[in-house]
């Protein structure tokens, strides 16, 4: 039996690196995280890359496979080499550190300057929320809520590519998973936040955020919340 | 007001001013088609206009709301595809659009008179 | 590197170091393809106003006018006069299309349904018109 092969251009260096050709052995239900990891291990050592689950929970092991951002361990090869080719390169929008390892600060940056994470109105000594789990400001937040951050979306997104400041999908799709929780006592803050020329106004419908993100969140419409919450503050001179 | 408010109302005015440029194109363009179905000239379009005071009031409208949408949608696409923005860009951007509102509603007072 | 307390406002973000850009393999999605024909349609539009204005207010000389309405009977400039007509109607409907997911919230298929609709809309537009003497 031919042992069939496969020839892998996988990005080496920084910003201002090249492709560099392999050929992988080909096999049954192959991942293009086995691709990368055969490299390291059987071709090339100096390969640097991240993973950590390798079964599709944790995220780090995003990557441009022929274009397009995906998670390397849910990607077979046999769904995206264009005639037994692929390529490999790191997120796109972020800078390089190595080879396909991207520096995701500029990513919880933008978190953070969304205002991106939970502030408790309530203390230990309050008796538990309540949070009617069918009502529809907390079925939004359902909606949105399974995001692990892997930058996905970031670096799918063009407006991010165009726009230096822009916020990006992720960061956006947090703050609208907080200004539907009953819970959150920084509402007023975080459209101020979230509302500019750098924030949910910059975002065209493109929908790649929605189409590429592995979890099948849609921060499109997270985002169309936002211009809806944030148009309806200034509305009432809130903003 | 906050940049982020100002950014607020120009996003408020262009969906508004789209709304209302939603029903004029509408109406513009059963214009069009029926209008050079019937072959177009000077006069027919005279006509129309001296008709009813609908005509004149409809494209007033039309004007400002053009007037409006054009520059805010031309300044978003300068500061993608360009890198032009600022102050600067802002004051040019309010001169095309007087510049739309002046032509276009003496386009409609010529048409009118 | 990333150990920031929550909460905290990021000091100005800087981003220096040169980074990869997406290309074409990245965008062909049809909501992409909208975003794409939107703009365009916007850019021409927004070119061709000033142009329509000043050739309206040239109506105050009828026989000049009509002449100038003569014109526009070759072939090349009413095809340019279709593809503007049909820029228009490509951009209400794309506008219309983002309205409504902007406004009214969206439901997932339907925005490939909404898409189809607005690309029929426009194609009997460019028909219509192109059927007209």
Same mark, same amino acid.
């Given at each position: 039996?031919?042992?069939?092969?496969?020839? !892998?251009?996988?990005?080496?260096?920084?910003?201002?690196?090249?492709?560099?050709?392999?050929? !992988?052995?080909?096999?049954?239900?192959?991942?293009?995280?086995?691709?990368?990891?055969?490299?390291?291990?059987?071709?090339?050592?100096?390969?640097?890359?991240?993973?950590a689950c390798r079964v599709g929970m944790c995220g780090s092991c995003a990557m441009t496979v022929n274009? %397009?951002?995906?998670?390397? #361990?849910?990607?077979?090869?046999?769904?995206?080499?264009?005639?037994?080719?692929?390529?490999?390169?790191?997120?796109?929008?972020?800078?390089?550190?190595?080879?396909?390892?991207?520096?995701?600060?500029?990513?919880?940056?933008?978190?953070?300057?969304?205002?991106?994470?939970?502030?408790?109105?309530?203390?230990?000594?309050?008796?538990?929320?309540?949070?009617?789990?069918?009502?529809?400001? @907390?079925?939004?937040?359902?909606?949105?809520?399974?995001? &692990?951050?892997?930058? +996905? #979306?970031?670096?799918?997104?063009?407006?991010?590519?165009?726009?230096?400041?822009?916020?990006?999908?992720?960061?956006?799709?947090?703050?609208?998973?907080?200004?539907?929780?009953?819970?959150?006592?920084?509402?007023?803050?975080?459209?101020?936040?979230?509302?500019?020329?750098a924030g949910c106004h910059a975002c065209h419908t493109h929908q790649s955020c929605t189409e590429r993100?592995?979890?099948?969140?849609?921060?499109?419409?997270?985002?169309?919340?936002?211009?809806?919450?944030?148009? @309806?503050?200034? $509305?009432?001179?809130?903003? | 007001?906050?940049?982020?408010?100002?950014?607020?109302?120009?996003?408020?005015?262009?969906?508004?001013?789209?709304?209302?440029?939603?029903? #004029?194109? /509408? !109406?513009?363009?059963?214009?069009?088609?029926?209008?050079?179905?019937?072959?177009?000239?000077?006069?027919?379009?005279?006509?129309?206009?001296?008709?009813?005071?609908?005509?004149?009031?409809?494209?007033?409208?039309? +004007?400002?709301?053009?007037?409006?949408?054009?520059?805010?949608?031309? @300044?978003?696409?300068?500061?993608?595809?360009?890198?032009?923005?600022?102050?600067?860009?802002?004051?040019?951007?309010?001169?095309?659009?007087?510049?739309? $509102?002046?032509?276009?509603?003496?386009?409609?007072?010529?048409?009118?008179? | 590197?990333?150990?920031?307390?929550?909460?905290?406002?990021?000091?100005?973000?800087?981003?220096?170091?040169?980074?990869?850009?997406?290309?074409?393999?990245?965008?062909?999605?049809?909501?992409?393809?909208?975003?794409? !024909?939107?703009?365009?349609?916007?850019?021409?539009?927004?070119?061709?106003?000033?142009?329509?204005?000043?050739?309206?207010?040239?109506?105050?000389?009828?026989?000049?006018?009509?002449?100038?309405?003569?014109?526009?009977?070759?072939? =090349?400039?009413?095809?340019?006069?279709?593809? &503007?007509?049909?820029?228009?109607? =490509?951009?209400?409907?794309?506008?219309?299309?983002? *309205?409504?997911?902007?406004?009214?919230?969206?439901?997932?298929? *339907?925005? %490939?349904?909404?898409?189809? /609709? #607005?690309?029929?809309?426009?194609?009997?537009?460019?028909?219509?018109?192109?059927?007209?003497?």
């Amino acid at each position: 039996m031919t042992e069939a092969s496969l020839a !892998v251009r996988i990005w080496r260096g920084g910003a201002e690196g090249a492709y560099r050709e392999y050929t !992988v052995p080909r096999q049954p239900a192959q991942t293009v995280l086995d691709v990368v990891t055969h490299v390291q291990r059987h071709v090339d050592p100096s390969l640097a890359y991240r993973f950590a689950c390798r079964v599709g929970m944790c995220g780090s092991c995003a990557m441009t496979v022929n274009g %397009k951002a995906r998670w390397t #361990c849910r990607t077979h090869v046999d769904s995206v080499s264009d005639g037994e080719r692929l390529e490999i390169a790191p997120l796109s929008h972020l800078p390089i550190v190595r080879d396909l390892v991207v520096d995701m600060a500029p990513f919880f940056d933008r978190w953070a300057q969304a205002r991106g994470s939970f502030v408790p109105s309530a203390t230990r000594a309050d008796d538990f929320a309540r949070v009617e789990p069918a009502s529809p400001a @907390r079925a939004e937040v359902d909606a949105a809520i399974e995001c &692990i951050g892997c930058a +996905v #979306c970031y670096a799918s997104c063009d407006v991010v590519g165009w726009k230096p400041g822009y916020l990006g999908p992720a960061a956006l799709n947090r703050a609208w998973t907080l200004v539907n929780d009953a819970r959150d006592a920084d509402g007023s803050a975080r459209l101020q936040a979230v509302a500019g020329d750098a924030g949910c106004h910059a975002c065209h419908t493109h929908q790649s955020c929605t189409e590429r993100c592995p979890k099948h969140l849609a921060p499109t419409r997270s985002i169309a919340g936002l211009k809806r919450l944030v148009a @309806r503050a200034a $509305l009432k001179g809130a903003l | 007001m906050t940049p982020a408010a100002a950014a607020t109302w120009r996003w408020l005015a262009q969906r508004v001013s789209a709304a209302v440029l939603a029903i #004029c194109v /509408l !109406v513009h363009l059963a214009t069009i088609v029926y209008a050079t179905g019937q072959g177009l000239t000077a006069a027919a379009i005279v006509a129309r206009l001296h008709a009813s005071l609908a005509w004149p009031l409809f494209y007033g409208v039309f +004007v400002v709301a053009v007037a409006v949408h054009a520059p805010l949608g031309l @300044r978003v696409v300068l500061d993608e595809w360009s890198g032009l923005r600022g102050r600067a860009v802002d004051v040019a951007l309010a001169l095309f659009a007087l510049t739309l $509102l002046a032509g276009g509603l003496h386009a409609v007072r010529t048409l009118t008179a | 590197m990333s150990g920031r307390a929550p909460g905290r406002q990021a000091a100005t973000i800087v981003q220096a170091a040169p980074v990869r850009r997406n290309d074409v393999r990245a965008r062909s999605h049809p909501a992409y393809w909208a975003f794409v !024909v939107h703009r365009v349609s916007g850019l021409v539009l927004t070119l061709f106003l000033p142009l329509h204005f000043w050739a309206l207010s040239q109506a105050l000389d009828p026989p000049a006018f009509d002449r100038f309405l003569a014109w526009t009977h070759a072939p =090349a400039v009413r095809l340019t006069e279709i593809a &503007i007509v049909v820029a228009l109607a =490509a951009h209400l409907a794309g506008g219309v299309r983002l *309205l409504l997911v902007e406004f009214v919230g969206w439901r997932g298929d *339907l925005q %490939k349904s909404a898409l189809a /609709l #607005c690309t029929a809309f426009v194609v009997l537009v460019g028909v219509l018109l192109a059927l007209n003497p």
